[in-house]
Protein backbone atom coordinates (compact mmCIF):
# COMPACT_ATOMS: atom_id res chain seq x y z
CA UNK A 1 0.00 0.00 0.00
CA UNK A 2 1.28 3.54 -1.00
CA UNK A 3 2.07 6.28 1.97
CA UNK A 4 -0.60 8.15 2.21
CA UNK A 5 -0.99 11.32 4.37
CA UNK A 6 -4.34 10.43 6.09
CA UNK A 7 -4.42 6.90 5.71
CA UNK A 8 -6.37 4.96 8.13
CA UNK A 9 -4.01 2.32 8.47
CA UNK A 10 -4.08 2.80 12.65
CA UNK A 11 -7.73 3.32 12.55
CA UNK A 12 -8.76 -0.30 10.05
CA UNK A 13 -9.46 -2.71 12.88
CA UNK A 14 -11.72 -0.02 14.80
CA UNK A 15 -13.33 0.95 11.65
CA UNK A 16 -13.84 -2.93 10.54
CA UNK A 17 -14.62 -3.80 14.16
CA UNK A 18 -17.66 -0.75 13.86
CA UNK A 19 -18.74 -2.09 10.99
CA UNK A 20 -19.17 -5.75 12.28
CA UNK A 21 -21.03 -5.03 15.12
CA UNK A 22 -23.42 -2.74 12.95
CA UNK A 23 -24.05 -6.00 10.73
CA UNK A 24 -23.94 -8.07 13.99
CA UNK A 25 -27.17 -5.93 14.96
CA UNK A 26 -28.86 -4.98 12.05
CA UNK A 27 -27.77 -7.66 9.54
CA UNK A 28 -25.76 -4.71 7.23
CA UNK A 29 -23.79 -6.08 4.04
CA UNK A 30 -23.68 -2.91 1.68
CA UNK A 31 -20.93 -0.19 2.15
CA UNK A 32 -19.95 2.90 0.29
CA UNK A 33 -15.97 4.86 1.03
CA UNK A 34 -17.07 7.96 -0.52
CA UNK A 35 -13.61 9.68 -0.05
CA UNK A 36 -11.59 5.90 -0.99
CA UNK A 37 -8.37 7.14 -1.62
CA UNK A 38 -5.77 3.87 -1.71
CA UNK A 39 -8.78 1.99 -0.95
CA UNK A 40 -6.44 0.56 2.58
CA UNK A 41 -10.23 0.76 4.52
CA UNK A 42 -12.24 -0.42 1.17
CA UNK A 43 -10.31 -3.45 1.19
CA UNK A 44 -10.80 -4.37 4.72
CA UNK A 45 -14.27 -4.29 4.19
CA UNK A 46 -14.09 -5.81 1.38
CA UNK A 47 -11.89 -8.68 2.86
CA UNK A 48 -14.45 -8.64 5.74
CA UNK A 49 -17.62 -9.91 3.79
CA UNK A 50 -19.08 -6.69 2.56
CA UNK A 51 -20.28 -5.67 -0.34
CA UNK A 52 -18.18 -2.18 -0.85
CA UNK A 53 -18.63 0.74 -3.85
CA UNK A 54 -15.65 2.66 -3.84
CA UNK A 55 -15.33 6.13 -5.11
CA UNK A 56 -13.05 8.99 -5.50
CA UNK A 57 -12.22 11.67 -8.19
CA UNK A 58 -8.51 10.75 -8.64
CA UNK A 59 -7.51 8.34 -11.48
CA UNK A 60 -5.19 6.54 -9.08
CA UNK A 61 -7.44 6.03 -7.05
CA UNK A 62 -9.51 4.45 -9.28
CA UNK A 63 -7.17 2.37 -10.35
CA UNK A 64 -6.18 1.25 -6.67
CA UNK A 65 -10.16 0.34 -6.15
CA UNK A 66 -10.30 -1.31 -9.83
CA UNK A 67 -7.41 -3.82 -8.66
CA UNK A 68 -8.46 -4.16 -5.50
CA UNK A 69 -12.17 -3.65 -5.10
CA UNK A 70 -13.47 -4.66 -8.56
CA UNK A 71 -11.25 -7.82 -9.22
CA UNK A 72 -12.30 -10.48 -7.47
CA UNK A 73 -8.89 -12.68 -6.54
CA UNK A 74 -10.77 -15.92 -7.33
CA UNK A 75 -11.11 -15.28 -11.30
CA UNK A 76 -7.84 -13.49 -12.01
CA UNK A 77 -5.29 -15.40 -14.17
CA UNK A 78 -2.33 -15.25 -11.74
CA UNK A 79 -0.28 -16.93 -13.89
CA UNK A 80 -0.62 -14.18 -16.72
CA UNK A 81 -0.13 -11.68 -14.35
CA UNK A 82 3.21 -13.14 -12.81
CA UNK A 83 3.98 -14.04 -16.57
CA UNK A 84 3.47 -9.82 -17.48
CA UNK A 85 4.72 -8.31 -13.98
CA UNK A 86 7.99 -10.37 -14.72
CA UNK A 87 8.27 -8.79 -18.28
CA UNK A 88 7.70 -5.50 -17.19
CA UNK A 89 10.53 -6.26 -14.54
CA UNK A 90 12.66 -7.14 -17.55
CA UNK A 91 12.37 -3.90 -19.44
CA UNK A 92 15.67 -1.72 -20.12
CA UNK A 93 14.52 1.89 -19.11
CA UNK A 94 13.91 4.74 -21.51
CA UNK A 95 13.98 8.38 -21.06
CA UNK A 96 10.59 9.90 -20.72
CA UNK A 97 8.50 12.89 -19.00
CA UNK A 98 8.93 11.13 -15.51
CA UNK A 99 12.63 10.98 -15.74
CA UNK A 100 13.14 14.76 -16.89
CA UNK A 101 10.63 16.15 -14.44
CA UNK A 102 10.91 13.91 -11.72
CA UNK A 103 14.25 12.83 -11.45
CA UNK A 104 16.09 15.66 -13.13
CA UNK A 105 14.18 18.85 -12.79
CA UNK A 106 12.67 17.41 -9.08
CA UNK A 107 14.41 14.52 -7.08
CA UNK A 108 11.07 12.15 -6.57
CA UNK A 109 13.32 9.10 -7.49
CA UNK A 110 16.81 8.27 -8.82
CA UNK A 111 17.48 8.48 -12.20
CA UNK A 112 17.60 5.19 -12.82
CA UNK A 113 14.48 4.12 -11.46
CA UNK A 114 12.89 6.97 -13.10
CA UNK A 115 13.57 5.46 -16.59
CA UNK A 116 12.39 1.86 -15.64
CA UNK A 117 9.28 3.82 -14.73
CA UNK A 118 8.93 5.44 -18.22
CA UNK A 119 9.73 2.16 -19.47
CA UNK A 120 6.82 0.53 -17.55
CA UNK A 121 4.20 2.98 -18.12
CA UNK A 122 4.39 2.92 -21.74
CA UNK A 123 4.48 -0.79 -21.96
CA UNK A 124 1.53 -1.35 -19.75
CA UNK A 125 -0.93 -0.04 -22.39
CA UNK A 126 0.52 -2.33 -24.86
CA UNK A 127 0.41 -5.60 -22.78
CA UNK A 128 -2.76 -5.04 -20.69
CA UNK A 129 -5.73 -6.57 -22.66
CA UNK A 130 -8.36 -5.45 -20.69
CA UNK A 131 -8.93 -2.47 -18.27
CA UNK A 132 -9.15 -4.91 -15.00
CA UNK A 133 -5.46 -6.05 -16.34
CA UNK A 134 -4.38 -2.40 -17.24
CA UNK A 135 -5.56 -1.49 -13.49
CA UNK A 136 -3.79 -4.25 -11.93
CA UNK A 137 -0.66 -3.61 -13.92
CA UNK A 138 -0.62 0.02 -12.77
CA UNK A 139 -1.29 -0.55 -9.48
CA UNK A 140 1.82 -2.83 -9.09
CA UNK A 141 3.78 0.27 -11.03
CA UNK A 142 2.91 2.71 -8.37
CA UNK A 143 3.90 0.38 -5.18
CA UNK A 144 6.76 -0.30 -6.55
CA UNK A 145 7.14 3.26 -7.74
CA UNK A 146 6.49 4.47 -3.73
CA UNK A 147 8.86 1.54 -2.61
CA UNK A 148 11.71 3.66 -4.19
CA UNK A 149 10.87 7.38 -3.71
CA UNK A 150 12.33 9.71 -1.96
CA UNK A 151 9.49 11.74 -0.46
CA UNK A 152 8.40 12.11 3.64
CA UNK A 153 4.82 10.55 2.41
CA UNK A 154 3.42 13.36 0.30
CA UNK A 155 4.61 15.04 -3.05
CA UNK A 156 4.21 18.51 -2.26
CA UNK A 157 8.42 18.02 -1.26
CA UNK A 158 10.62 16.09 -2.03
CA UNK A 159 13.96 15.03 0.59
CA UNK A 160 17.27 17.06 0.19
CA UNK A 161 19.14 13.82 0.58
CA UNK A 162 18.09 10.82 -1.26
CA UNK A 163 16.07 8.02 0.76
CA UNK A 164 18.13 5.29 1.28
CA UNK A 165 14.88 3.46 0.19
CA UNK A 166 15.51 5.20 -3.46
CA UNK A 167 19.27 3.48 -3.80
CA UNK A 168 16.69 0.13 -4.36
CA UNK A 169 16.00 -0.97 -7.65
CA UNK A 170 12.20 -0.38 -8.94
CA UNK A 171 10.76 -3.80 -8.86
CA UNK A 172 6.79 -5.16 -9.52
CA UNK A 173 4.92 -7.55 -7.85
CA UNK A 174 1.72 -8.86 -8.40
CA UNK A 175 -0.90 -6.83 -6.23
CA UNK A 176 -2.55 -9.09 -3.55
CA UNK A 177 -5.71 -8.87 -4.66
CA UNK A 178 -8.79 -9.85 -2.43
CA UNK A 179 -11.69 -12.64 -3.11
CA UNK A 180 -15.16 -11.41 -4.33
CA UNK A 181 -16.20 -8.20 -6.43
CA UNK A 182 -17.08 -4.56 -5.74
CA UNK A 183 -18.53 -1.33 -7.77
CA UNK A 184 -15.91 1.66 -8.50
CA UNK A 185 -16.82 4.84 -9.47
CA UNK A 186 -14.68 8.26 -9.83
CA UNK A 187 -17.29 11.17 -9.05
CA UNK A 188 -17.40 14.04 -6.53
CA UNK A 189 -18.98 12.60 -3.52
CA UNK A 190 -21.71 15.29 -3.32
CA UNK A 191 -22.58 13.96 -6.61
CA UNK A 192 -22.32 10.68 -6.18
CA UNK A 193 -24.37 10.38 -3.77
CA UNK A 194 -27.25 12.14 -5.02
CA UNK A 195 -27.75 9.35 -6.95
CA UNK A 196 -26.28 6.33 -5.59
CA UNK A 197 -28.37 2.85 -4.72
CA UNK A 198 -29.38 2.59 -0.53
CA UNK A 199 -26.72 1.50 1.41
CA UNK A 200 -26.10 -0.18 5.25
CA UNK A 201 -23.38 1.79 5.76
CA UNK A 202 -21.60 5.29 4.43
CA UNK A 203 -18.05 5.45 5.38
CA UNK A 204 -16.82 9.72 5.44
CA UNK A 205 -13.43 10.80 5.46
CA UNK A 206 -13.37 13.79 3.03
CA UNK A 207 -10.49 16.10 3.13
CA UNK A 208 -10.67 18.28 6.26
CA UNK A 209 -8.19 21.27 5.57
CA UNK A 210 -6.61 23.22 2.90
CA UNK A 211 -3.99 20.43 1.77
CA UNK A 212 -5.35 19.07 -1.33
CA UNK A 213 -5.17 15.27 -2.29
CA UNK A 214 -4.99 16.43 -6.40
CA UNK A 215 -1.65 18.47 -5.22
CA UNK A 216 0.07 16.18 -2.49
CA UNK A 217 0.24 13.00 -5.07
CA UNK A 218 0.34 14.39 -8.30
CA UNK A 219 3.25 12.41 -9.27
CA UNK A 220 1.12 8.92 -8.81
CA UNK A 221 -2.03 11.36 -11.05
CA UNK A 222 0.38 12.02 -13.64
CA UNK A 223 2.14 8.27 -14.11
CA UNK A 224 -2.08 7.13 -14.18
CA UNK A 225 -2.80 9.04 -16.78
CA UNK A 226 0.20 9.27 -18.79
CA UNK A 227 -0.52 12.61 -20.00
CA UNK A 228 2.66 14.16 -19.58
CA UNK A 229 1.27 17.95 -18.53
CA UNK A 230 2.92 21.12 -18.03
CA UNK A 231 4.30 21.21 -14.43
CA UNK A 232 5.82 24.22 -12.09
CA UNK A 233 7.82 24.99 -9.00
CA UNK A 234 9.98 23.68 -7.33
CA UNK A 235 7.91 20.19 -6.94
CA UNK A 236 7.31 20.25 -10.31
CA UNK A 237 3.31 19.70 -10.03
CA UNK A 238 0.78 19.44 -12.81
CA UNK A 239 -0.64 22.81 -14.14
CA UNK A 240 -4.02 21.71 -13.32
CA UNK A 241 -3.27 21.45 -9.57
CA UNK A 242 -3.94 25.51 -9.47
CA UNK A 243 -7.44 25.11 -11.10
CA UNK A 244 -8.35 21.47 -9.44
CA UNK A 245 -9.58 22.40 -6.12
CA UNK A 246 -12.06 20.73 -3.89
CA UNK A 247 -15.07 22.44 -1.97
CA UNK A 248 -13.65 20.23 1.06
CA UNK A 249 -10.15 22.30 1.06
CA UNK A 250 -11.92 25.63 1.41
CA UNK A 251 -13.05 26.68 4.89
CA UNK A 252 -15.78 28.74 3.69
CA UNK A 253 -16.80 26.42 1.66
CA UNK A 254 -16.16 22.89 2.92
CA UNK A 255 -19.04 22.95 6.19
CA UNK A 256 -22.01 23.68 3.30
CA UNK A 257 -20.21 20.88 1.15
CA UNK A 258 -20.03 18.42 4.03
CA UNK A 259 -23.69 19.43 5.52
CA UNK A 260 -24.83 18.57 1.99
CA UNK A 261 -23.07 15.49 1.93
CA UNK A 262 -24.42 14.55 5.12
CA UNK A 263 -28.02 15.26 4.21
CA UNK A 264 -27.92 13.34 0.92
CA UNK A 265 -25.87 10.15 1.23
CA UNK A 266 -28.48 7.66 1.55
CA UNK A 267 -27.17 5.22 3.90
CA UNK A 268 -28.86 3.83 7.47
CA UNK A 269 -25.55 4.15 9.35
CA UNK A 270 -22.43 6.74 9.00
CA UNK A 271 -19.65 6.10 9.97
CA UNK A 272 -17.57 9.13 9.54
CA UNK A 273 -13.82 10.25 10.59
CA UNK A 274 -13.07 13.48 12.39
CA UNK A 275 -9.24 14.86 12.82
CA UNK A 276 -8.80 17.76 14.89
CA UNK A 277 -6.29 19.08 12.22
CA UNK A 278 -9.74 19.90 10.23
CA UNK A 279 -11.50 23.05 10.04
CA UNK A 280 -14.57 21.48 11.81
CA UNK A 281 -15.16 21.79 15.54
CA UNK A 282 -16.14 18.55 17.06
CA UNK A 283 -19.26 19.62 18.64
CA UNK A 284 -20.68 20.95 15.72
CA UNK A 285 -20.24 17.98 13.59
CA UNK A 286 -22.03 15.50 16.57
CA UNK A 287 -24.75 17.97 16.13
CA UNK A 288 -24.87 18.27 12.74
CA UNK A 289 -24.84 14.15 12.87
CA UNK A 290 -27.52 14.21 15.64
CA UNK A 291 -30.19 15.89 13.07
CA UNK A 292 -29.30 13.79 10.02
CA UNK A 293 -29.37 10.62 11.85
CA UNK A 294 -30.73 10.85 15.21
CA UNK A 295 -28.35 8.43 17.61
CA UNK A 296 -24.50 9.37 17.51
CA UNK A 297 -21.61 8.10 19.39
CA UNK A 298 -18.14 8.93 19.43
CA UNK A 299 -15.28 7.16 20.13
CA UNK A 300 -11.86 9.12 19.95
CA UNK A 301 -8.07 7.77 18.98
CA UNK A 302 -5.01 9.27 19.41
CA UNK A 303 -2.15 8.91 16.50
CA UNK A 304 0.77 10.15 15.74
CA UNK A 305 0.74 12.39 13.22
CA UNK A 306 2.58 11.88 9.88
CA UNK A 307 6.34 11.98 9.31
CA UNK A 308 6.93 15.20 7.44
CA UNK A 309 5.04 16.92 9.97
CA UNK A 310 7.16 15.58 12.93
CA UNK A 311 10.19 16.37 11.14
CA UNK A 312 9.15 19.95 11.05
CA UNK A 313 9.71 22.62 8.09
CA UNK A 314 12.63 23.45 6.30
CA UNK A 315 13.36 25.98 3.67
CA UNK A 316 14.98 25.52 0.26
CA UNK A 317 19.03 25.19 1.82
CA UNK A 318 17.75 22.72 4.18
CA UNK A 319 17.71 24.79 7.21
CA UNK A 320 14.82 24.10 9.83
CA UNK A 321 12.84 27.22 10.11
CA UNK A 322 9.47 27.36 12.91
CA UNK A 323 8.27 24.66 15.29
CA UNK A 324 6.21 21.59 15.07
CA UNK A 325 2.81 23.14 16.85
CA UNK A 326 2.20 19.31 18.19
CA UNK A 327 2.91 15.56 17.80
CA UNK A 328 0.13 13.59 18.34
CA UNK A 329 -3.69 14.20 16.67
CA UNK A 330 -6.77 13.28 18.25
CA UNK A 331 -9.25 11.30 15.56
CA UNK A 332 -12.69 10.57 16.46
CA UNK A 333 -15.15 7.86 14.46
CA UNK A 334 -18.48 8.54 14.91
CA UNK A 335 -21.20 6.23 14.40
CA UNK A 336 -24.49 7.74 13.37
CA UNK A 337 -27.75 5.69 13.02
CA UNK A 338 -29.78 3.69 15.07
CA UNK A 339 -28.72 2.04 17.75
CA UNK A 340 -24.91 3.35 17.70
CA UNK A 341 -24.90 3.63 21.45
CA UNK A 342 -25.42 0.26 21.95
CA UNK A 343 -23.38 -0.96 19.03
CA UNK A 344 -20.76 0.94 19.90
CA UNK A 345 -20.64 -0.39 23.79
CA UNK A 346 -20.77 -3.79 22.30
CA UNK A 347 -17.36 -3.35 20.78
CA UNK A 348 -15.69 -0.87 22.81
CA UNK A 349 -15.10 -3.70 26.05
CA UNK A 350 -12.99 -6.01 23.01
CA UNK A 351 -11.43 -3.19 20.73
CA UNK A 352 -8.56 -0.76 21.78
CA UNK A 353 -9.73 2.36 20.70
CA UNK A 354 -7.38 4.44 22.50
CA UNK A 355 -3.61 4.22 21.90
Given amino acids: MIKYIGSKRTLVPRIVALANAVRAATGARTVVDLFTGTTR ?7 GGFAVTANDLASYSEVLATAYIACDAATADIVRLSAL ?68 GIQMAYLKGWAPRSHKALTLRVPELIAGTGTVARTDANDFVRTMSEVDIAYIDPPYNQHSYFSNYHVWETIVRNDAPPAYGIARKREDCRTVKSAFNAKPRAWTAFSELM ?14 EGFFAKDDLLQLLQ ?17 GAQIGIHNLHGKKVGQVGHLMNREYLFLAGPGAID ?10 FAV
Fill in 85 to 152: VEQLNALPGVEGYVTRTFCEEARYFQPVNGRRIDAVRAAIDTLARDPMEHAILLTSLLEAADRVDSTT
Fill in 263 to 276: RDVRATHLLVSFSN
Fill in 291 to 307: EVRGEVAAVPVAFKRYV
Fill in 343 to 352: IVASVAENVA
Fill in 41 to 47: VAQALKG
